[in-house]
């Protein structure tokens, strides 16, 4: 049943996490920060997922700072962050509705995870739109400290 | 005026420059050659070196020509007066399922290319940052229109720049 965003309380805003150099150009976040993976293997509840942080107080900018794959900082570009009432816009407007979507998905190393979601049954077009429609959305990064 | 590219070439880089200045002289002479070729690399250098590591010759092929285009444009737009350095760079990424990425990055709005193997399937996008979500445009770069789109949509970042 659509819409998937579960009845639970959200906070205004949610990180999204900048692994490469790719996501971000001259100060602002690219498409190539929303890259979709619709393989059956990774649907999420028949959706793409992306994991942002829901941003429930300031602790969780640190925990995703932290955040290490392979050895390294996993988001070397930093943090975007986002107001969710933008994705609501979208989840709204003719053009995405019932495909975009978010929900909670905390895990052990980062209770304040999260997806941004966009159903398999979107067409090809809304696929490869979502991603620059979403990244526009951002309100600004907050960048690595420690380099 | 015709200026192709081929990003492996300086000279070529010379000449386009150079073709540019021929016979305006406003814009003549090697400085001003120079300075018109700089500003084109500064625009596409960041793409064409992404567009490096790209093994599709069918996405080389799509991305070079849309360079091409963007190339001419970039010309006839200093010819007549136009100030590039207000124009974003070009940037590109290959996304995690092959597809190729060309975006055109502003606060206030992003031009996308996004090229696949077959043609067809490549599209692009303008997406504007505001209150309602009716700018949002797209469409196929599959079909006959496709230099009158890359020219409107260059004609749009180089009036909102």
């Not at chain 2, 018109?36 to 567009?51: A, H, P, W």
Request: charged content about 25%; proline content about 5%; some cysteine.
């Amino acid at each position: 049943m659509w819409p998937l965003t579960p009845k639970m309380s959200y906070p205004d805003t949610f990180l999204r996490g900048l692994s490469t150099d790719d996501c971000v150009s001259d100060g602002i976040v690219s498409s190539a920060a929303f890259q979709l993976h619709f393989e059956p293997h990774l649907l999420r509840n028949g959706c793409a997922a992306s994991s942002v942080g829901w941003e429930d107080d300031g602790s969780v900018i640190d925990v995703m700072m932290r955040q290490e794959k392979d050895g390294e900082p996993q988001f070397k570009a930093g943090l975007a962050r986002f107001q969710r009432e933008s994705i609501d816009r979208l989840m709204k407007s003719p053009a995405f509705a019932r495909v975009l979507s978010y929900d909670r998905e905390p895990l052990v190393e980062n209770p304040y995870h999260g997806n941004l979601l966009v159903s398999s049954t979107a067409t090809k077009t809304q696929k490869r739109l979502l991603p620059g429609v979403i990244a526009t959305q951002y309100s600004e990064i907050i960048p690595r400290l420690d380099g | 005026m015709s200026a192709r590219w081929t990003y492996d070439s300086p000279i070529e880089r010379w000449n386009i420059a150079d073709a540019t200045s021929t016979g305006r002289q406003t814009y003549g002479g090697r400085f001003g050659a120079w300075y018109t070729n700089q500003e084109i690399l500064r625009i596409v250098g960041s793409l064409l070196k992404s567009l490096s590591e790209v093994s599709d010759p069918s996405i080389t092929e799509q991305v070079r020509d849309l360079v091409n285009v963007f190339i001419e444009m970039l010309v006839q737009l200093k010819v007549s007066g136009y100030e590039m350095r207000n124009l974003p760079p070009l940037k590109g990424a290959i996304l995690e399922d092959g597809a190729f990425l060309a975006e055109w990055l502003s606060h206030n709005y992003r031009v996308g290319f996004v090229f696949e193997t077959d043609p067809k399937d490549s599209m692009w996008y303008l997406v504007e940052k505001g209150e309602t979500l009716d700018q949002n445009k797209s469409g196929s770069l599959g079909n006959e229109d496709k230099q009158a789109i890359l020219r409107s949509l260059i004609a749009y970042v180089a009036s909102n720049s």
